[in-house]
Nanobody, 114 residues
């Protein structure tokens, strides 16, 4: 079983930046896929970014060029660097990892507003 502790969410003005962190209870290197999804009120959960153990990265179309996913395999932490934030990025962000099955973090709220 994999458990996560997410942090880094908050309120930011349009054009600002935030970095989300997701500390995992398992070795990042043992996980097949890690990444982030987000869910805005009344909407489905959408892909933000995924990173495979072989280094392949996929970003959702709406965040390409603005968000960057990375990991620290010593700290067993997944990061999401978010730049040029827009009001439409407002959502609860969930980290996840796949190890036989998919495990989810508890979610962290990101609000982009002036």
């Amino acid at each position: 079983q994999v458990q996560f502790v997410e942090s880094g969410g908050g309120l930011v003005q349009p054009g600002g930046s935030l970095t989300l962190s997701c500390a995992a209870s398992a070795s990042i290197g043992s996980l097949s896929v890690v990444g982030w999804f987000r869910q805005a009120p009344g909407k489905q959960r959408d892909l933000v970014a995924t990173l495979t153990s072989s280094g392949n990265v996929v970003y959702g179309d709406s965040v390409k060029g603005r968000f960057t996913i990375s990991t620290n395999n010593v700290a067993n932490t997944i990061y999401l660097q978010m730049n040029s934030l827009r009001p439409e990025d407002t959502a609860v962000y969930y980290c996840f990892a796949t190890l036989g099955r998919t495990y989810w973090g508890q979610g962290t709220q990101v609000t982009v507003s002036s």
